[in-house]
Structure formats: structure tokens, C-alpha cells
């Protein structure tokens, strides 16, 4: 019996991937799991399109090109959010030995996110495009008990917002239909244990800053 709390503070975003393709049995266990995820009015809104092999490979290549030809910036954020991605990427970029004034070595690791890490798999989650926000909670549901019922069974994963930055290309190489919006992607493999960045535990907010517990004694009465 795995034990679920020890799963959830031992996951950690995967940073450099080894070759190793992942066993089936492991990913269809994962998967099947994932799909008990719930829904609204049980639609299981998610769609995931799954590459391994050469078909990884043609799709790192697609995408390299369109980085080389036309650089874009990565999953652009709200000018109010933007001081989270700073700080994240002074910590994993400095667990990589890139320094905060390095611009080139900066953007060379920024361009890894498109080979995927050298995940030996890559996944593009969707859903249909005439859904909403609450369909979109499915899907996140979903893909958080796809990731830890991956990391349970010793597979490191990278969710990427950075993979919907050249969505015209996944979707011309994965044949993804235009009724299909694409959310983000999820490079997976097994973690590289001598890669410093995949040992990284990013600290988090105190829980009182993304919850608030409302009850007789915070109620304003006029």
C-alpha cells in the first residue's frame, strides 16, 4: 500500500529525465488510476495524447525548429504573477549552476523545456474547447492523480505550461483536432538522481494564504 502522504511531499518536478523507457504495466496502472479522477456530470473532460519512441523524437525536433525560427516567450504571465516564475527560476536555475546574471546560459535551460527534459515520453493534455472553468477542474483533478500515481510508482514527471506556447506545431504533429484545446503538456520518464534541480523542494505559502475558513465568529454584520 503506497502511502499518500509521503507520495505528495516526495514529488518534485523533473528536471533531467533518463533515457529509460517507461515500463507499460507501470503507465497503464497510472493510467487507469487517473481516470477515477471525477468530473462534472462524470464527462471526464480530459483528453491526453501520449508520444514514445521516434514520435517523441519528431515532435522535440518540430518544436526546436519552430523555438530556433520564431522565439517566443514563455507561457506569458499577468505582470502581477510574474515575480513567482522569478524566484522559482532563481532557485532551479541556480541548482543548475546558472547564474541569475546569465542571460544566455538562462535561455539555453529555458529552451531544454522543448526538448522535454530528454523525457523518453510527453504527454499533451486537452479538453473539448466548448467546455468551461468547471471542466477544467476535472481535468486538473485528473492530471494531479495521473502525477502522483506516476511518482507512487517511481516515474518522475514535469508539468509544462511552457509547451503551449507553440500550440500550432503539437497540433500538426499529433494530428490534435481543432475542436481540442490544448492545456499544457507532461513530459515523464525516470528522473536523473545525479541532475541537482530534481531533488529541489519548493517551498510553498503557508496554507492561511490560499485558504480562507469561514464561520459564525468571521461573519460581518452590518
Known amino acids: 500500500m503506497f502511502d499518500f502522504e509521503e507520495i505528495v511531499r516526495s514529488r518534485c ?10 515500463p507499460r504495466e507501470l503507465l497503464d496502472e497510472a493510467l487507469s488510476l ?13 483528453r491526453l495524447f501520449l508520444t514514445e519512441g521516434e514520435r517523441t523524437e519528431q515532435l522535440r525536433q518540430a518544436l526546436m525548429a519552430e523555438v530556433n525560427a520564431q522565439p517566443r516567450e514563455l507561457a506569458p504571465l499577468p505582470p502581477s504573477f510574474r515575480a513567482h516564475r522569478r524566484e522559482l527560476g532563481a532557485i532551479v536555475y541556480g541548482a543548475m549552476g546558472v ?9 539555453l535551460a529555458s529552451r531544454r523545456n522543448y526538448e522535454f527534459f530528454g523525457a523518453p515520453m510527453v504527454g499533451i493534455l486537452c479538453m473539448h474547447r466548448e467546455l468551461g472553468l468547471v471542466d477544467a477542474v476535472g481535468v486538473g483533478m485528473y492530471l494531479q492523480t495521473l502525477v502522483l500515481g506516476l511518482t ?26 481543432e475542436e481540442l484545446v490544448i492545456l499544457c503538456g507532461l513530459s515523464l520518464g525516470f528522473a536523473d538522481p545525479d541532475f541537482p534541480a530534481n531533488h529541489l523542494k519548493i ?17 460581518s454584520d452590518s
Open 13 to 22: 518536478s523533473t528536471r533531467r529525465f533518463l533515457p529509460t523507457p517507461i
Open 152 to 177: 507512487a510508482r517511481g516515474i518522475g514527471t514535469c508539468v509544462q505550461a511552457a509547451l503551449t506556447t507553440y500550440p500550432e506545431v503539437i497540433r500538426r504533429e499529433l494530428s490534435i483536432p
Open 203 to 219: 517551498a510553498k505559502h503557508p496554507v492561511e494564504t490560499n485558504v480562507s475558513i469561514l464561520g459564525p465568529e468571521t461573519r
Open 99 to 107: 547564474a541569475r546574471d546569465d542571460d544566455a546560459g538562462r535561455a
Open 34 to 46: 487517473a481516470q477515477l479522477a471525477p468530473s462534472n456530470s462524470n464527462i471526464q473532460p480530459w
